[in-house]
């Protein structure tokens, strides 16, 4: 199949392994890959912060240049979230709407893609460490995407997932939210890493990068021990 | 920043940052959770009646004029006396021109949210009657002088300790640690009130418009004593309250349980229909309804949010969500609190004064997802901040957003700022986390993200 | 115009612009959504969701009396009608009972005259001092809910309001025939038996009174009675 890879713009400028391991995933498994350089972000943070018209402008080009794309598979639930639910929302009755209908059905968050669209569930990885789940909201709830992470988690060598306490319970990240009001986002964040600290994982895994970032930026402030990582990051692993 | 922003702002950090306070939450909450996960497996299937519920409520909506004339039809065919009020004024005013005519001292409560949305008691004290809350959550805050901290558990927000001192000081009992022994305190001091009071005045969680009839659900009793006692009994609701069959509670009860305080049904469930009946021993002599608008219709005419109305208070949104549990119940500054309170705050008491409450949210919607009628509360969220962004743009936020769009569209644009953000980035340690840190917002209690050596893009580009 | 003429007008200037059918989504195929087919309504379809009912009449009982032990509800079955008023001597005995009341129904009325205690009959009206110094309120029902453990009764057919919340202890007389499976034939009982001119009081008692609005830590007897026993007489 041709794959086309949406990187979202935090992934292309800090976490470019998390799109390189599922390039390198993807053509494992013998799909064509191809990424538009052009195509930089959804659109998220103007439509987040209610500037709808603004959005329209990024989220028409992409429309556009996905158009012809056979399956999009992309790099953040989040991200997903935005196409696949909201595009539709912002195109609601305006010409655009068939061809955000289109795109939303064909536009897959990566755990998603692997476990539901190929149904492929071990990837030959082995990481010999112990881990938590962390579900990113956008994916757990616009896009109910909870089992495929967890189903490529269980077939990874070497690997074991604890359940940490409130693994659904956002981490505080929110996008725009995060800086506008930072103290709650903190407590939020706060509350998360101490949950995974409780499970003695070496490692808060998540499909979601945007979290990530948030958990990883705490962590590190605070100086503690557990790690964060990607999913794909795991998966591409052996 | 408005001043209301800055109260809710300087409030959420203090309480977000109250350990103390975030403990007691979570204890309380955890207890909820694991009750209702209980009770909702119980049901054949929750998410099934979750969409009957929603449906029964949008049935209700799609024609609230005829349940209401039909709900108000038959209250008044068995002697009840409904008044409609456009707004809290006009309500306030009604209810007391019913206690003035009847020459009443002592006013006694069961607990009601729109009660507390037009401030009655404020108004009732200034007038020289004496009120008294009578559930004891509502009894406890009432004490304290405070507004309820949340819509279902009013005194969640204290410990027994607390409310031992409190009653100690307002009530002269002696000091306990334990809350069975607290209960009895305010059991004994609220059984004189209500044998004493001239009036009794109810909420209501359901108005039933084919019998015409008022569904009140409690556990304690207090509220079937204020509707058994006084002489005259008020209700007072708001007009999105119509379920539209007597039947349909046999479903919404026991959600509003299982949603509200993961009990299989609450302990008692009553329906009103109007005063005491010939060859009824007891029962008020007088009963009036008030129905309350207060900017109902304007939600209501907001097709999109129009949902927003099926809400039946449960407080499950409340219990759920990550930001109420972080910055407490009365950081919100409003009688609906949580993310209901969120959405529907800016309908009735004005957007750009309470939009701030919806910029408040991660969006990560553990509300919608719990929410008993299936309310699409964090897209709402998103609503509000389209529709005031609209209606007033912040124009640094827009022009802000006009150039993230324009870079987000060129790759040559894009490919600038990533030059500038590596540039820029070694300096950033310079000032990172102080006063002059452009991204203080973040790195007050945050690292930073790197920008990576080689992009996803550069990467990308070097492989073909 | 009247505020009642107002408020009717504003909800139906409102409602000209229809709601989308829940559970959608904006943007979603419109047809689905805004579908002028009639809602699935809680009253007809309650049965099919709410938790399940054994079809038996001895599992209902069963789950009845389950319901009441999680409840903390002191239900006890006996053999007949005529075994209600040695019930009553037990437990007037037993927890030192100085004063009832009660109402004058078919059950209540033969039960409570074996009772070698004044009793208050409210019937006819009463003083609320007299029946605060009550230790316990005898009431007759109008069903029991297999499903929640619930008893219903209305100011008709339990003596009022009062009786049934304000003594400490309320004690239920009730048929084994009055078991009802669930929440819905519990309303269409309702229907079919006051329809034509309905109590102005009708309620469903779950378990004694409670609270848990200090720290979320149950207690029993908030306001309404601290004990609830449920009698109820096979044929």
């Known amino acids: 199949m041709k794959v086309t890879l949406f990187i979202p713009c935090f992934v292309d400028l800090c976490f470019p392994r998390v799109g390189m391991s599922m390039v390198t995933i993807l053509e494992r498994l013998g799909h064509q890959v191809t990424f538009h350089e052009d195509v930089i972000c959804c659109g998220q943070p103007a439509f987040n912060s209610g500037f709808w018209e603004e959005t329209r402008v990024v989220a028409r080009k992409v429309l556009q240049r996905l158009e012809s794309s056979e399956a999009v598979v992309i790099a953040s639930g989040s991200c997903g979230a935005m196409m696949k639910v909201f595009y539709p929302e912002i195109f609601d009755h305006a010409p655009e709407a068939p061809a955000a209908r289109a795109l939303a059905a064909k536009c897959f968050e990566f755990s998603e893609f692997l476990v539901n669209r190929l149904g492929v569930t071990d990837l030959g990885a082995r990481f010999p460490a112990k881990v938590t789940f962390h579900d990113g909201c956008h994916g757990l709830r616009e896009l109910g995407a909870k089992k495929p992470a967890r189903a490529l988690l269980s077939r990874v060598k070497d690997l074991t997932l604890v359940e940490m306490k409130d693994a659904e319970t956002c981490c505080g990240f929110g996008g725009t939210f995060a800086a506008k009001f930072p103290m709650i986002s903190t407590a939020m964040g706060e509350v998360k890493c101490l949950s995974a600290e409780e499970t003695g994982a070496d490692y808060i895994v998540s499909n979601d990068s945007s979290c990530l970032m948030h958990v990883q930026g705490l962590l590190d402030r605070q100086g503690k021990k557990v790690k964060t990582i990607h999913l794909a990051e795991i998966l591409a692993s052996a | ?464 | ?235």
């Open chain 3, 1 to 235: 115009m009247t505020e009642r003429e107002n408020i009717l007008g504003r909800i139906r200037e409102a409602l000209k612009t229809p709601a989308p059918r829940p559970g959608g989504h904006a943007g979603q195929d419109h047809d689905s959504l805004t579908a002028s087919s009639p809602a699935r309504t809680a009253a007809v379809h309650a049965r099919e969701w709410l938790p399940p009912v054994p079809e038996t009449a001895e599992g209902q009982l069963a789950l009845f009396a389950a319901h009441s032990a999680d409840l903390k509800t002191d239900f006890r079955t006996l053999p007949d009608a005529d075994a209600f008023a040695s019930a009553l001597r037990d437990l007037a005995a037993q927890l030192g009972w100085k004063r009832v009341a009660s109402h004058n129904g078919d059950l209540t009325f033969r039960a409570t005259e074996g009772l070698d205690l004044p009793i208050l009959r409210v019937d006819a009206g009463y003083d609320v001092n007299e029946m605060e110094d009550c230790d316990a309120g005898v009431t007759e029902c109008d069903a029991l809910v297999a499903q929640t453990g619930s008893v219903v009764l209305t100011s008709r057919s339990a003596g009022g309001r009062a009786l049934s919340v304000l003594p400490p202890h309320h004690v239920v007389l009730a048929r084994l025939s009055q078991l009802v499976r669930d929440l819905p034939a519990a309303f269409a009982l309702l229907q079919a038996k006051y329809s034509y001119d309905y109590p102005s009081f009708m309620t469903f008692i779950t378990g004694p009174s409670r609270t848990g609005d200090i720290e979320r830590i149950l207690v029993l007897g908030a306001h309404g009675p601290k004990k609830l026993t449920i009698l109820c007489a096979d044929h």
């Open chain 2, 1 to 464: 920043m408005s001043e209301i922003l800055k109260l809710f702002k300087a409030q959420a950090s203090k309480v977000a940052g109250d350990l103390r306070h975030r403990s007691l939450i979570q204890t309380a909450l955890g207890k909820y959770e694991t009750q209702r996960d209980r009770r909702k497996a119980a049901f054949q299937s929750w998410e099934e009646a979750r969409q009957v519920a929603a449906e029964t409520k949008w049935e209700a909506m799609r024609s609230l004029d005829e349940h209401l004339v039909s709900f108000v039809n038959k209250l008044e065919a068995r002697g009840t006396r409904v008044h409609w009020a456009s707004n809290g004024v006009q309500a306030r005013d009604i209810i007391l021109g019913v206690i003035r005519a009847k020459k009443a001292r002592c006013v006694i409560k069961s607990k009601a949210m729109t009660a507390e949305e037009i401030h009655l008691n404020e108004a009732m004290e200034k007038e020289g009657y004496e009120v008294v809350e009578s559930d004891l959550g509502e009894f406890i805050v009432q004490l304290r002088k405070e507004a309820p901290y949340h819509i279902v558990f009013p005194a969640m927000h204290l410990t027994r300790d607390e409310i031992s001192d409190l009653f100690h000081r307002e009530l002269g009992s002696a000091q306990t640690s334990d809350p069975e022994e607290l209960t009895m305190i305010a059991r004994r001091a609220l059984r004189k009130k209500y044998i004493a009071a001239d009036i009794g005045i109810t909420g209501a969680n359901f108005a039933i418009a084919e019998t015409g009839m008022i569904s009140i659900t409690e556990n304690e009793g207090n509220a079937r004593l204020t509707a058994a006692l006084p002489k005259t009994m008020i209700t007072l609701l708001g007009i999105e309250k119509v379920l539209p069959r007597m039947a349909d509670l046999a479903l919404f009860l026991p959600m509003l349980a299982t949603a509200g305080a993961g009990q299989p049904i609450t302990c008692y469930n009553s329906l009103y229909g109007g005063p005491r009946r010939p060859g009824e021993p007891d029962g008020p002599e007088e009963y009036h309804v008030v129905l309350l608008d207060n900017r109902r219709t304007e939600l209501l005419a907001d097709a999109e949010q129009r949902d927003a109305l099926h809400c039946i208070r449960c407080g499950a949104c409340l219990n759920v969500c990550p930001i109420y549990r972080n910055v407490g119940g009365h950081t919100y500054g409003t009688t609906y609190s949580g993310p209901i309170g969120s959405v529907i705050t800016p309908h009735l008491r004005g957007l750009q004064d309470w939009k701030h409450l919806s910029a408040a949210s991660s969006l990560c919607g553990a509300c919608t997802e719990t929410c008993p009628v299936k309310i699409n509360l964090h897209h709402h969220l998103l609503h509000n901040r389209r529709n005031a962004a609209a209606q007033n743009p912040n124009w640094i936020e827009k022009t802000a957003f006009r150039v993230f769009g324009t870079v987000m569209n060129s790759l040559a644009l894009y490919r600038v700022v990533r030059a500038a953000a590596r540039c820029l980035q070694p300096l950033h340690g310079l000032v990172k986390g102080g006063p002059f840190d452009p991204a203080r917002a973040w790195t007050k209690t945050r690292e930073l993200a790197p920008v990576a050596p080689k992009t996803f893009r550069e990467q990308w580009k070097e492989r073909a």
